[in-house]
């Protein structure tokens, strides 16, 4: 019984990190495409930048 437990344990911790893993791809994404519209988008200032580095 307790090998089959873990087993089950596994199965659900693999699928969560699998879920997570697939949130962090999609936030990812829409992070890229904020930051390079941001360049298509930026005002026209003496230094080009849309962000203050």
Do not use: E, N, Q
Not at 4 to 25: N, T
Not at 27 to 50: Q, Y
């Amino acid at each position: 019984m307790v090998p089959l437990l873990l087993v089950l344990l596994l199965v659900l911790i693999l699928f969560g990190a699998g879920f997570a893993v697939k949130a962090l791809w999609w936030i990812a994404v829409f992070v890229l495409v904020v930051w390079l519209l941001g360049f298509v988008f930026r005002p026209k200032a003496r230094t080009g930048r849309w962000y203050r580095w």
